[in-house]
């Protein structure tokens, strides 16, 4: 049973607009949140973070919110751009391992639309 | 600096065949991870490293080895390849973790496209 899910596969959205993606994890000991971005033919690089003692992170047009109680995080892109249009993976860390074990989840590819 | 590299970009094999992923990075770090992607499944972890020397299983490691050869290289083989292999398989490495409540963000190599017939 996959412990990080994205449920939408794919994303399209207006340039200018606000990007959602969403991500649910079933662990309650994971304690770090990441969200990754992949062009084709590259390696996922990494985007933003947030530690589980926040609720919100902000970097740019990028903010990540994280819900506890709902075990729910989201990634805000505002304002859209084209070169936005990637695949996004959510992924969770923790359970104090000493190494970085990061679960991902399956991915959400989104499209903006110029 | 180059980051992490993967050879080869792309490779067929067939049902049996075997061969090795190499795997480089140039920022010191201790630890390195092996994953493949695969579609709605997102990036599992086949091998990691902590450090030179030491290897430890991940998530999906049955049909594959793994050979920690220095600080730098972190190669992945597979003795006898299957269809079921077939991925793109990535290469990661990232400083060691402190523990707390601290992440150290990985850095991924361009992937390794691999088909099995």
């Known amino acids: 049973d996959q412990q990080v899910k994205q449920n939408s596969p794919s994303l399209s959205v207006q340039e200018g607009r606000i990007s959602i993606l969403n991500c649910d994890y079933t662990n309650s000991m994971f304690d770090y949140f990441l969200w990754y971005k992949k062009y084709p033919a590259e390696g996922p690089t990494f985007l933003i973070s947030i530690s589980s003692i926040k609720d919100k992170n902000e970097d740019g047009r990028f903010t990540v919110f994280l819900n506890k109680s709902a075990k729910h995080l989201s990634l805000h892109i505002v304002p859209s751009q084209p070169g936005d249009s990637a695949v996004y993976f959510c992924a969770a860390s923790g359970m104090k391992t000493s190494y970085d074990k990061v679960i991902f989840g399956p991915g959400t590819s989104l499209s903006v639309i110029p | 600096n180059a980051g992490v590299t993967q050879t080869p970009k792309f490779q067929v094999l067939k049902t049996g065949q075997s061969m090795t992923l190499q795997c480089a990075q140039d920022m010191n770090h201790n630890s390195m991870y092996w994953y493949r992607q695969d579609p709605g499944m997102g990036l599992r972890l086949i091998y990691y490293s902590a450090s030179e020397g030491t290897t430890d299983k991940g998530e999906v490691p049955n049909g594959y080895n793994v050979s920690r050869l220095n600080k730098r290289e972190f190669s992945l083989r597979l003795e006898s390849a299957a269809p079921s292999q077939t991925s793109v398989y990535f290469c990661?490495?990232?400083?060691?973790?402190?523990?707390?409540?601290?992440?150290?963000?990985?850095?991924f190599g361009p992937g390794t496209r691999l088909t099995v017939l």
């Open positions: 990661a490495s990232s400083e060691e973790r402190r523990g707390g409540n601290t992440y150290n963000e990985q850095f």
